[in-house]
């Protein structure tokens, strides 16, 4: 429970103080406000606790506004909740409360809302003082590479391109899509540095990673089928059937029915079992990196996610080529 002293910044007299008929007088007034609960907060709970407390205050602050038929900006308890999400790495809350930040601050203050910490979040910006360095540690490890290896290949974005047609792009609805993707990286982010002790030896973190991509897989989906004018409910094989009609990319409808093993064996592996680079060019009909990069995430999804055996071995030798084709598909989606 809050504490009696909470309450007391929480009383009606205190709430109605910080409405006003202006949004951007209200959102300073509610700034001040809630700063003044998070200074009580931050002395008197620690861990789950923290979160627990900002809960409960948003929980109130939203019931008050319900029978007050009034509304407050609520970007700032969004926030503080967030951060304290981030103190214990609980990145699936964090990014629910950035996002849900950002919501209140595009309502309230829209114009200076895509300088505000919560879009500078879900953005993998570090030039606000949330979470700066790490931000920095996951773009330079997950995201720079990436790019750099898919523009060796292509030649065609910059990493300066890539954040302006992903990451810093604008627009209220885009920032659901873009906040899975940046869900994903947090989740790679902090479950590679457990791998990479192997003090582990469990097929559960690899499940969870396999996660993280197919929700990457899932916003390329997503980013295509608004591109390509497609219906909401087109599957991922309508995707890439569309791409390889207006690419003119050579059929291979072989592709649809060959189970996993016999794909990645005819393509990617080795006899050690680890993927090598530019068999695509001429195996199985495929002979450009983006059609192999569309057809890999399209048999990933729908074959390898289910078999636990191939799951494993995928983590253990071929991270990093199989996040560079997921990574180089969204690029080629962005790219349309």
């Not at 409405?19 to 009580?40: G, L, R, W």
């Not at 990493?159 to 209220?172: P, S």
């Amino acid at each position: 429970m809050i504490s009696d002293h909470l309450i007391s910044q929480l009383a009606d007299a205190e709430l109605n103080a910080c409405f006003d008929t202006s949004n951007f007088i209200k959102a300073q007034k509610c700034d001040d406000k809630f700063s003044i609960v998070e200074a009580i907060i931050k002395i008197n709970y620690r861990g789950m606790n923290k979160i627990n407390a900002w809960v409960e205050v948003i929980t109130f602050i939203r019931s008050w506004e319900e029978k007050s038929n009034k509304l407050l900006h609520k970007g700032t308890p969004y926030h503080f909740f967030a951060l304290s999400c981030l103190e214990i790495h609980d990145f699936e809350k964090a990014v629910i409360g950035f996002y849900q930040a950002f919501l209140e601050d595009y309502r309230n203050v829209a114009s200076s809302s895509y300088n505000l910490p919560a879009y500078h979040f879900l953005s993998l910006k570090s030039n606000s003082t949330v979470f700066a360095n790490e931000i920095n540690e996951a773009f330079n490890e997950f995201i720079l590479p990436r790019v750099e290896k898919h523009n060796e290949i292509l030649g065609n974005i910059s990493v300066e391109d890539f954040r302006k047609k992903f990451l810093d792009k604008k627009g209220i609805t885009f920032q659901k899509t873009k906040s899975i993707f940046t869900l994903s990286i947090w989740k790679i982010w902090a479950l590679r540095r457990i791998h990479k002790t192997r003090i582990f030896n469990s097929s559960v973190s690899d499940i969870i990673l396999m996660n993280s991509i197919l929700n990457i897989i899932q916003v390329i989906e997503i980013i295509a089928k608004k591109k390509l004018g497609l219906r909401k409910d087109a599957t991922l094989g309508t995707v890439y059937k569309e791409l390889e009609r207006r690419n003119a990319w050579k059929k291979v409808p072989e592709v649809n029915h060959m189970c996993w093993d016999t794909f990645i064996n005819k393509t990617l592996r080795n006899k050690n079992g680890v993927f090598v680079g530019n068999v695509y060019l001429s195996k199985n009909n495929i002979n450009t990196y983006e059609q192999f990069c569309f057809v890999f995430i399209w048999k990933l999804r729908n074959d390898a996610a289910h078999n636990l055996a191939e799951i494993k071995k995928i983590w253990n030798k071929n991270f990093t080529e199989v996040f560079q084709f997921a990574f180089s598909a969204l690029i080629e989606i962005i790219n349309i």
